[in-house]
């Protein structure tokens, strides 16, 4: 169960053609070569991305839902392109898959659906167990110092959306809050759809994620057996500062075994 299972299609359907962050995976892929590793992969548009660029690739995502339309969306592809891409149901903090990876990655906030330092530790050492020595990983996660904003109760407008397959369009509102203490941030997600006979569909989904500060995640990296290589700012890979929008996080595999779990058992 995942909390994007209520809100997977307008996800897909928001997220389905976003290229921002296409080029980054894509030039890494094709540094490290197959086979390669999706955490989180949701509605497949990296796993369908990067199969189309001749890669193999397995995502792994809680979300049945989600991987529904990964799915659908892969039917439409070639057999070369279906044969490259394999969807496994499984939890990132714990999963076992064949065969050692070149590249893994955790796109769009994805790690930030670790609630607790234990499981940020646990999902780490999973990745490091399936890659081979001197894999690449990467982590895209937005920098706290500039993305938080609280909206404290308040709504606000985001985007509004058009179904081209059913003709439905749908209004995205968003609420959040940011708890400095617990470092969550819980997102609201408030969809209006408009059937294309005038039904209103009123819906909310929420979600919430744990952010991390750049030392706190360089250190993590560290003591799970990854040398950080590179702190990109955004996708136009600009160096990281204290004012980019995001912190992606370019690391190496270093060492042959696997390190071990660190001792707290809370966040
Ligand atoms: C922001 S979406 C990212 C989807 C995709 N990577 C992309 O770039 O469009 C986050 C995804 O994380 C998945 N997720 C959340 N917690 C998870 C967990 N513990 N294990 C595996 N997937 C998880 C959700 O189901 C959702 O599909």
Do not use: K, W
């Given at each position: 169960m995942s909390e994007y299972d209520a809100f997977a299609r307008y996800y897909d359907l928001e997220y389905r053609a976003y290229t921002d962050d296409s080029l980054l995976y894509r030039s890494l892929a094709d540094r490290a070569g197959s086979p390669i590793l999706e955490l989180a992969?949701?509605?497949g548009r990296h796993l369908i991305g990067l199969a189309r660029a001749g890669h193999t690739i397995t995502g792994l995502d809680t979300s049945e839902p989600m991987l529904a339309i990964a799915a659908d969306h892969l039917s439409e592809e070639s057999p070369e392109v279906q044969a490259r891409v394999t969807m496994v149901q499984a939890d990132m903090r714990r999963f076992r898959l064949d065969g050692r990876f070149r590249m893994a990655f955790y796109a769009?906030?994805?790690?930030?659906?670790?609630?607790t330092a234990l499981d940020q530790a646990r999902s780490l050492r999973c990745v490091h167990r399936h890659l081979a020595p001197g894999g690449l990983l990467a982590v895209d996660i937005f920098n706290p110092e500039m993305a938080l904003f609280d909206s404290a109760g308040r709504i606000f407008y985001e985007r509004t959306m058009h179904d081209a397959a059913g003709g439905a369009t749908v209004t995205k509102m968003v609420a959040t809050a940011v708890d400095r203490r617990a470092r969550t941030n819980r997102l609201e997600f408030h969809y209006d759809e408009v059937s294309s006979d005038g039904r209103l569909t009123r819906s909310v989904a929420p979600i919430t994620q744990r952010y991390l500060h750049r030392a706190e995640m360089e250190r993590l990296l560290a003591r799970s057996g990854f040398v950080v290589e590179q702190v990109y700012g955004d996708f136009r890979l600009q160096p990281s500062t204290p004012a980019s929008p995001k912190m992606i996080f370019v690391a190496t595999r270093a060492t042959a075994t696997n390190p071990a779990l660190p001792k707290e058992t809370h966040a």
């Open positions: 992969c949701g509605t769009i906030n994805s790690f930030m659906h670790l609630m």
